[in-house]
């Protein structure tokens, strides 16, 4: 009963808050200008959206926190919440200078592998790193389970960051990721709790992020929500699980790293535009059916993968 009322609250609260954040979002125009090297579609609509509804997700985990403070706890919502926290700046410049572009890659790049590099060594001194149990065990040493975790925590952040460029498509995908880790990570008190408020703080984000949206997660959000995907893994001694988990935003950063690499070293394209959605979208498919496509992509391979570590 008591995590029922965990949903309901973290539901209407999601739903209520996002809804006063719009209306704020709104009042002191905080969009973001499209990028003039993007997909070119609904410019003007898209420029017109709120872009920062990812922030509703860090007060939220504000409160999660304090609902039930712990150690865990703690460790657990400081990656989301750091994670977030570089995507509103970075959502911020771009509002205040009134361009496409936030902070310098490198710049963004260099503050996620710092708390992501601090994060992944808390974890390994508290005793809880490791790649999979019971598949992987003659790997979980400090040479191989320390630098693993690290890059594909900083990859699944920077990944759910390239996949959220469709309405409800990185809000979605992050339900059915979560829906998959029940397959993947022991369920108890803590997890549970955990799973529960991130289900439904993302389900409530994405009734007003669902097309028309009538608010964008930003980089707040995406950083947020990626942040908590490879906390979710990590913290459960099971890094690997981000493979299934992150499916679709995998699949999505292999896309635009194969279309950087074919360019510099072939000089041609594989893909219309990267990453794989834009491609899609330029060939002419409409967005709702190129999200729902994903989704269903997304959830086959990640419930496959699931069972095949399980």
Same mark, same amino acid.
């Given at each position: 009963?008591?995590?029922?009322?965990?949903?309901? +609250?973290?539901?209407?609260?999601?739903?209520?808050?996002?809804?006063? $954040?719009?209306?704020?979002?709104?009042?002191?125009?905080?969009?973001?200008?499209?990028?003039?090297?993007?997909?070119?579609?609904?410019? #003007?609509?898209? #420029?017109?959206?709120?872009?920062?509804?990812?922030?509703?997700?860090?007060?939220?985990?504000?409160?999660?926190?304090?609902?039930?403070?712990?150690?865990?706890?703690?460790?657990?919502?400081?990656?989301?919440? %750091?994670?977030?926290?570089?995507?509103? /700046?970075?959502? $911020?410049?771009?509002?205040?200078?009134?361009?496409? #572009?936030?902070?310098?890659?490198?710049?963004?790049?260099?503050?996620?592998?710092?708390?992501?590099?601090? $994060?992944?060594?808390?974890?390994?001194?508290?005793?809880?790193?490791?790649?999979?149990?019971?598949?992987?065990?003659?790997?979980?040493?400090?040479?191989?389970?320390?630098?693993?975790?690290? %890059?594909?925590?900083?990859?699944?952040?920077?990944?759910?960051?390239?996949?959220?460029?469709?309405?409800?498509?990185?809000?979605?995908?992050?339900?059915?990721?979560?829906?998959?880790?029940?397959?993947?990570?022991?369920?108890?008190? /803590?997890?549970?709790? +955990?799973?529960?408020?991130?289900?439904?703080?993302?389900?409530?984000?994405?009734?007003?992020?669902?097309?028309?949206?009538?608010?964008?997660?930003?980089?707040?959000?995406?950083?947020?929500?990626?942040?908590?995907?490879?906390? %979710?893994?990590?913290?459960?001694?099971?890094?690997?699980?981000?493979?299934?988990?992150?499916?679709?935003?995998?699949?999505?950063?292999?896309?635009?790293?194969?279309?950087?690499?074919?360019?510099?070293?072939?000089?041609?394209? +594989?893909?219309?535009?990267?990453?794989?959605?834009?491609?899609?979208?330029?060939?002419?498919?409409?967005?709702?059916?190129?999200?729902?496509?994903? $989704?269903?992509?997304?959830?086959?391979?990640?419930?496959?993968?699931?069972?095949?570590?399980?």
């Amino acid at each position: 009963m008591t995590k029922f009322f965990t949903a309901i +609250i973290f539901f209407a609260l999601s739903l209520i808050l996002q809804y006063i $954040w719009i209306k704020i979002q709104r009042k002191i125009h905080l969009t973001q200008q499209q990028k003039s090297y993007g997909v070119n579609i609904e410019v #003007e609509i898209k #420029e017109k959206t709120p872009s920062m509804g990812g922030v509703i997700f860090i007060i939220l985990a504000f409160l999660a926190l304090i609902k039930n403070f712990s150690v865990n706890s703690l460790i657990f919502w400081s990656l989301p919440i %750091l994670s977030g926290l570089i995507g509103f /700046f970075d959502d $911020w410049i771009k509002f205040t200078t009134h361009t496409s #572009e936030g902070f310098k890659s490198l710049s963004k790049l260099r503050l996620q592998l710092i708390i992501c590099f601090a $994060w992944v060594l808390i974890i390994y001194f508290t005793g809880n790193l490791g790649l999979f149990p019971g598949i992987f065990d003659n790997f979980n040493i400090f040479i191989i389970s320390i630098p693993v975790t690290f %890059l594909m925590t900083a990859g699944i952040i920077n990944s759910v960051n390239i996949t959220d460029g469709l309405d409800g498509l990185a809000g979605g995908s992050f339900l059915i990721s979560i829906s998959a880790m029940m397959l993947l990570i022991p369920i108890n008190d /803590f997890n549970s709790e +955990i799973l529960i408020e991130l289900f439904f703080m993302t389900a409530g984000f994405l009734f007003f992020n669902m097309r028309p949206a009538k608010t964008f997660m930003g980089d707040t959000g995406s950083h947020f929500l990626g942040g908590a995907l490879a906390a %979710l893994c990590v913290m459960n001694a099971r890094t690997l699980a981000i493979i299934p988990t992150g499916f679709i935003f995998i699949i999505e950063m292999l896309s635009s790293l194969i279309q950087i690499f074919t360019i510099r070293k072939l000089n041609k394209k +594989i893909f219309l535009m990267a990453p794989l959605h834009h491609h899609y979208q330029l060939k002419g498919f409409d967005e709702t059916a190129v999200t729902i496509r994903f $989704w269903l992509v997304h959830a086959v391979g990640a419930v496959m993968i699931a069972l095949m570590l399980r």
